[in-house]
């Protein structure tokens, strides 16, 4: 089966880029999508085909996909991006997420 | 205003079937390209994608959970039903429901539910 692969955790000082990866084989052929997750809420979409950011996302967040590995980046990270994050991705049909990396604001 | 709300038992047995039911309003399943999805979460854990329908009433499985899986629509009643049966206390999560819009925000969930939280236990 598909699978996408993010680091566990990710840790970055305020004001600082943060970047954090999702791997999957030819992954570049399929949009990867980015959600943030911070405790006890729900999911949000931060990030969908590969580089777009649906209103409401902060211009500081950008992505992008090639090859192998699509990235999101914080740029100017606050204490208020600190949180879980997952990419996804469909394959054959079904829908993949990856095992999300936490974001640490030191 | 697009809201999804994801309702069901708290508590099921081992070897039962969970019935959840998502209800939402602010858009209707028979739009082109509008889909809903459940995803699910273990305590402490990824999020898990189970399934998903669409406007033509077209179903996908996680392929791993695809002979427990049943995902319906009631499109008046503006319900998504999510069965899955012979459950396992490694089924505890919170089950979520999403809206994919297709158009704007192209295969992604745009807009999620709050969860429920579903315990497997004897």
């Known amino acids: 089966s598909y699978e996408l692969t993010q680091p566990p955790s990710v840790s970055v000082f305020p004001g600082q880029t943060a970047s954090i990866s999702c791997s999957g084989d030819?992954?570049?052929?399929?949009?990867v999508t980015w959600y943030q997750q911070k405790p006890g809420q729900s999911p949000v979409l931060v990030m969908f085909?590969?580089?777009k950011r649906p209103s409401g996302t902060p211009e500081r967040f950008s992505g992008s996909n090639s090859g192998n590995t699509a990235t999101l980046t914080i740029s100017g990270t606050q204490s208020m991006d600190e949180a879980d994050y997952y990419c996804?991705?469909?394959?054959?049909?079904?829908?993949?997420f990856g095992g999300g990396t936490k974001l640490t604001v030191l | 205003q697009v809201t999804l709300r994801e309702s069901g038992p708290a508590l099921v047995k081992p070897t039962q079937t969970l019935t959840l039911t998502c209800t939402f309003s602010?858009?209707?399943?028979?739009?082109?390209?509008?889909?809903v999805s459940w995803v699910r979460q273990p305590p402490g854990q990824a999020l898990e994608w189970l399934a998903l329908?669409?406007?033509?009433?077209?179903?996908y499985y996680k392929t791993s959970l695809k002979t427990r899986l049943t995902i319906s629509k009631d499109t008046p009643r503006n319900q998504v039903v999510l069965t899955m049966t012979n459950m396992d206390p490694l089924d505890t999560a919170t089950y979520y429901c999403?809206?994919?819009?297709?158009?704007?925000?192209?295969?992604?969930?745009?807009?999620w539910g709050q969860g429920t939280m579903v315990s497997v236990s004897s």
């Open positions: 999403a809206r994919r819009q297709g158009g704007l925000t192209g295969d992604a969930f745009d807009i």
């Open positions: 602010g858009f209707s399943l028979n739009t082109s390209g509008m889909c």
């Open positions: 329908i669409d406007w033509e009433d077209d179903k």
């Open positions: 030819k992954l570049e052929d399929t949009y």
């Open positions: 085909q590969d580089s």
């Open positions: 996804q991705a469909w394959h054959s049909s079904t829908l993949v």
